[in-house]
């Protein structure tokens, strides 16, 4: 599986990005899928992850109630909608994917199978 993250940018608090993560592969519908962040001199944390029929999401405290994390499986596509953004949600965000449910992949997500090249999300104050 091969996964491309996009839409990213510079938003002010309190505003909106759609992120956007396409994937390659005949067999996407069989992944759980999910996004991590990475913001400058830290590590990698869960922001969100979404079961492979997509009625399972699961979510980081940090973003519950502001995230929503969907997927359309005959686009080959997963999103992340994020809504009140803070300057703490400056990151770059990446997207991944497992044949096992993400949520038993954490807290790291070093055993996770695949990433995308990530997007860059800044918030500004």
């Known amino acids: 599986v091969q996964l491309q993250a996009f839409g990213g940018g510079l938003v002010q608090a309190g505003g909106s990005l759609r992120l956007s993560c396409a994937a390659s592969g005949r067999t996407f519908s069989s992944y759980s899928m999910g996004w991590f962040r990475q913001a400058p001199g830290q590590e990698r944390e869960f922001v969100a992850s979404?079961?492979?029929?997509?009625?399972?999401?699961y979510y980081a405290d940090s973003v519950k109630g502001r995230f929503t994390i969907s997927r359309d499986n005959a686009k080959n596509s997963i999103y992340l909608q994020t809504n009140s953004l803070k300057p703490e949600d400056t990151a770059v965000y990446y997207c991944?994917?497992?044949?096992?449910?993400?949520?038993?992949?954490?807290?790291?997500?070093?055993?996770?199978?695949?990433w995308g090249q990530g997007t860059q999300v800044t918030v500004s104050s």
């Open positions: 979404i079961s492979w029929g997509g009625g399972s999401t």
């Open positions: 991944a994917a497992d044949s096992v449910p993400l949520p038993s992949l954490l807290p790291s997500g070093t055993a996770v199978a695949y």
